[in-house]
């Protein structure tokens, strides 16, 4: 957050945070990271003792993926590059807002089900692509008409994210909406 506030933008302030965290030594493939930049794993952590407040429930536990599955997230993840963090801020906020999410690996993109697929995320390393099912709700200046290889014609809207701030109540209301639209026809 210091960082952002001196004017360096989401990604580049990540990347600085990821090699202060590896002992000021750059980031490659083969150096293992510590907790900043871990990607989440199977087994859940134990709770804090004081959880900021926030306006989501907290995530549910979900059944592990199999190691084929989670190497496919991973490969898809790691197309996020400086943009990781962000992503794996906007899934624990999906799983705190969606009770009983489930996560799949598709060509080219993560699909959230809960159990229709209601999301959609592309990775980039200059964003993170958000896709939802909200059928004929109006696009406006957050809201576009999705743009996202690989999600089919249901993904309608499409949220870009480049900031860690996008990722507050409104976004959480639309991720609802979404699931909330799709579920309730099953």
């Known amino acids: ?39 989440p794993t199977a087994e859940p952590a134990p709770a804090p003792a004081a959880e900021p407040v926030r306006s989501v429930a907290p995530p549910r536990a979900t059944p592990a993926p ?4 989670a190497a496919a997230l991973e490969k898809l ?23 009983e999410v489930a996560l799949a690996p598709r060509p080219g993109y ?17 964003e993170v692509r958000l896709g939802l099912d909200l059928g004929d709700r109006p696009f406006d200046a957050q809201v576009q008409k999705a ?14 994210l480049t900031d860690a701030r996008q990722i507050n109540g409104e976004l959480l209301g639309l991720i609802k909406a979404a699931h909330e639209r799709i579920n309730k026809q099953l």
Do not use: C
């Open 77 to 99: 993840i790691a197309g996020a590059k400086g943009y990781r963090p962000l992503y794996q801020m906007l899934e624990t906020a999906i799983r705190g807002a969606v009770h």
């Open 110 to 126: 993560i699909s959230y089900g809960g159990p229709g697929e209601f999301a959609a995320v592309t990775l980039h390393p200059s």
């Open 1 to 39: 957050d210091w960082l952002r506030g001196q004017g360096f933008t989401f990604q580049r302030a990540s990347w600085l945070e990821r090699i202060h965290a590896n002992g000021g030594k750059p980031i490659f493939g083969e150096t293992p990271l510590k907790a900043v930049s871990e990607p």
């Open 147 to 160: 743009k996202l290889k690989g999600p089919g014609p249901g993904i309608t809207h499409m949220v870009v």
């Open 66 to 69: 199999s190691a084929e599955a």
